[in-house]
């Protein structure tokens, strides 16, 4: 005889035992089916029935069974039905079949309530919370209704840490579920709460950067006041909370064109601005320049409202502070990928009908005249200096920043004898690089990019 006890699961069998007695619901334990062995539910919930139907799909052993009711001598069970909790469970090895009878516990507790049950679904092989929920609500409404009685008292104190352990449970589940929305929450109170220190809202801040780069968490950000709260750390006295509120900020307004709108309004451009501009650590401005690029980006009232604000002059002083190397690239950037939008809006117009937004785009790009300040803040003085990089995408990205001001720049090009000199020598070691790339079969090369860019400005220079 193969006896076989129906819980073997701890949390399960805890639960399973507060269950049978205080919402009367029965579990099973089908253990000859192999698909689902310790399948177990209540069925109360819509998602149940919703589950049945799917799996009534594949299994015709799934419909809702009758349930068998033990006694303390052994019986056999008819295919179809189900066994409560806590039963003796064993197979007949010689006829095949299974038989129940109640175990000793829960022998005594059965008769005592001794109710009808309902039926079970015997598909589900653990608890959903909704269901716990179910279960500790009726547990409670138990508690309040079995009150009258010294049996039912006892009962009760001998279920409490059941019902603690359940609460754990519940607990445990809902951190699981605890959704994007909660958890943002959960960061601003610990961001905002004076009484964190400095570490708290550093790591607040660093757990919702990784939150908000997706879209509706960014703009929830916003709806839950956390973008003001934000800008507002941007000038904070610490600049470690500096730095992070700049991550913050650019990751949420990444391809976010209503975060970006929210920012702007915030009064994030002025702060970003004014931090370039005054004394700070390389890390603070290298997030901030990335806060910044990303507030730009496919927004012209932003571009506009940099340029008005002095943007393009505390990027060029800030291109020729001693030591900002790493940062000089990035500036480039900024200012390469804002001239190569604008282009690009106006030749897509060429080739399409007008509607009425690309109408607007192109009056919102029409007043963000960027080249002629470049002009007037020196930057065609200023890019050609990062042709001495030794990194070739720094002067890949030179090279086609000043393509892309050539209209403007020409005259100051051509009288430059320093970037004169520059191409000549890049072009003499480009094609040398280039050659090295056909000797390993590169037709299409890195450095016969960079060639055919050097190539054309040596072309429009002469
Ligand atoms: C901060 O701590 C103090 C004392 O520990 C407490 O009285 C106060 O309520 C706390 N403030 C917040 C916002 O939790
Ligand atoms: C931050 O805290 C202040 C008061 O301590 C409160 O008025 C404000 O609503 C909080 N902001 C957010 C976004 O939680
Ligand atoms: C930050 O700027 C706001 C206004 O822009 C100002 O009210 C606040 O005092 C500043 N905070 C610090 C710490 O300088």
Same mark, same amino acid.
């Given at each position: 005889?193969?006896?076989?006890?129906?819980?073997?699961?701890?949390?399960?069998?805890?639960?399973?035992?507060?269950?049978?007695?205080?919402?009367?619901?029965?579990?099973?334990?089908?253990?000859?089916?192999?698909?689902?062995?310790?399948?177990?539910?209540?069925?109360?919930?819509?998602?149940?029935?919703?589950?049945?139907?799917?799996?009534?799909?594949?299994?015709?052993?799934?419909?809702?069974?009758?349930?068998?009711?033990?006694?303390?001598?052994?019986?056999?069970?008819?295919?179809?039905?189900?066994?409560?909790?806590?039963?003796?469970?064993?197979?007949?090895?010689?006829?095949?079949?299974?038989?129940?009878?109640?175990?000793?516990?829960?022998?005594?507790?059965?008769?005592?309530?001794?109710?009808?049950?309902?039926?079970?679904?015997?598909?589900?092989?653990?608890?959903?919370?909704?269901?716990?929920?179910?279960?500790?609500?009726?547990?409670?409404?138990?508690?309040?209704?079995?009150?009258?009685?010294?049996?039912?008292?006892?009962?009760?104190?001998?279920?409490?840490?059941?019902?603690?352990?359940?609460?754990?449970?519940?607990?445990?589940?809902?951190?699981?579920?605890?959704?994007?929305?909660?958890?943002?929450?959960?960061?601003?109170?610990?961001?905002?709460?004076?009484?964190?220190?400095?570490?708290?809202?550093?790591?607040?801040?660093?757990?919702?950067?990784?939150?908000?780069?997706?879209?509706?968490?960014?703009?929830?950000?916003?709806?839950?006041?956390?973008?003001?709260?934000?800008?507002?750390?941007?000038?904070?006295?610490?600049?470690?909370?500096?730095?992070?509120?700049?991550?913050?900020?650019?990751?949420?307004?990444?391809?976010?064109? #209503?975060?970006?709108?929210?920012? /702007? +309004?915030? =009064?994030?451009?002025?702060?970003?601005?004014? *931090? $370039? %501009?005054?004394?700070?650590?390389?890390?603070?401005?290298?997030?901030?320049?990335?806060?910044?690029?990303?507030?730009?980006?496919?927004?012209?009232?932003?571009?506009?409202?940099?340029?008005?604000?002095?943007?393009?002059?505390?990027?060029?002083?800030?291109?020729?502070?001693?030591?900002?190397?790493?940062?000089?690239?990035?500036?480039?950037?900024?200012?390469?990928?804002?001239?190569?939008?604008?282009?690009?809006?106006?030749?897509?117009?060429?080739?399409?009908?007008?509607?009425?937004?690309?109408?607007?785009?192109?009056?919102?790009?029409?007043?963000? #005249?960027?080249?002629?300040?470049? /002009? +007037?803040? =020196?930057?065609?003085?200023?890019?050609?200096? *990062? $042709? %001495?990089?030794?990194?070739?995408?720094?002067?890949?990205?030179?090279?086609?920043?000043?393509?892309?001001?050539?209209?403007?720049?020409?005259?100051?090009?051509?009288?430059?004898?320093?970037?004169?000199?520059?191409?000549?020598?890049?072009?003499?070691?480009?094609?040398?690089?280039?050659?090295?790339?056909?000797?390993?079969?590169?037709?299409?090369?890195?450095?016969?990019?960079?060639?055919?860019?050097?190539?054309?400005?040596?072309?429009?220079?002469?």
């Amino acid at each position: 005889m193969l006896i076989l006890r129906t819980m073997q699961n701890k949390r399960i069998c805890t639960l399973g035992v507060i269950i049978t007695i205080w919402i009367f619901s029965l579990h099973l334990v089908r253990a000859y089916d192999v698909k689902s062995p310790t399948a177990l539910t209540i069925k109360d919930s819509p998602d149940d029935l919703n589950r049945d139907e799917e799996s009534q799909l594949h299994d015709d052993d799934d419909e809702d069974l009758e349930v068998f009711r033990p006694t303390d001598k052994w019986q056999t069970l008819k295919p179809g039905q189900a066994v409560p909790a806590g039963s003796h469970v064993r197979l007949n090895l010689q006829t095949g079949q299974r038989e129940v009878k109640l175990g000793e516990e829960e022998r005594l507790k059965y008769l005592r309530d001794g109710n009808g049950p309902g039926t079970i679904n015997v598909q589900n092989p653990s608890f959903t919370s909704q269901e716990l929920k179910e279960a500790l609500k009726k547990f409670k409404e138990g508690l309040d209704d079995s009150a009258d009685t010294k049996q039912e008292e006892d009962a009760v104190r001998a279920q409490f840490r059941s019902m603690e352990e359940l609460k754990k449970d519940m607990a445990a589940l809902d951190m699981l579920v605890e959704t994007d929305v909660q958890v943002m929450r959960r960061l601003l109170n610990q961001f905002n709460d004076t009484n964190s220190t400095t570490e708290e809202k550093v790591t607040a801040l660093h757990d919702l950067e990784y939150l908000v780069h997706q879209v509706d968490n960014a703009q929830n950000l916003v709806s839950m006041g956390g973008m003001q709260l934000v800008v507002n750390a941007l000038n904070n006295t610490d600049i470690r909370l500096q730095e992070s509120a700049a991550f913050v900020l650019g990751s949420a307004v990444s391809s976010n064109p #209503s975060v970006q709108v929210e920012a /702007v +309004e915030g =009064g994030a451009l002025q702060k970003l601005l004014t *931090l $370039l %501009a005054t004394q700070r650590p390389m890390m603070v401005k290298k997030k901030v320049l990335f806060a910044v690029a990303s507030l730009l980006r496919h927004f012209p009232f932003a571009q506009s409202h940099f340029l008005k604000l002095g943007g393009a002059q505390v990027l060029s002083e800030l291109f020729q502070t001693t030591g900002a190397d790493a940062l000089r690239v990035r500036i480039i950037t900024i200012l390469y990928d804002m001239i190569i939008e604008k282009e690009l809006i106006s030749q897509v117009g060429m080739d399409l009908i007008p509607d009425s937004s690309h109408q607007e785009r192109l009056r919102q790009y029409a007043k963000v #005249s960027l080249l002629p300040v470049l /002009v +007037e803040q =020196g930057w065609c003085n200023l890019v050609p200096e *990062l $042709l %001495a990089s030794p990194e070739h995408d720094w002067r890949e990205k030179a090279l086609r920043t000043l393509l892309a001001m050539m209209a403007q720049c020409q005259t100051q090009f051509k009288q430059n004898p320093t970037l004169i000199y520059s191409l000549n020598e890049l072009q003499i070691q480009y094609r040398e690089l280039v050659l090295t790339e056909h000797d390993v079969g590169e037709e299409d090369g890195y450095f016969g990019e960079i060639l055919a860019l050097v190539d054309s400005m040596m072309v429009k220079l002469q």
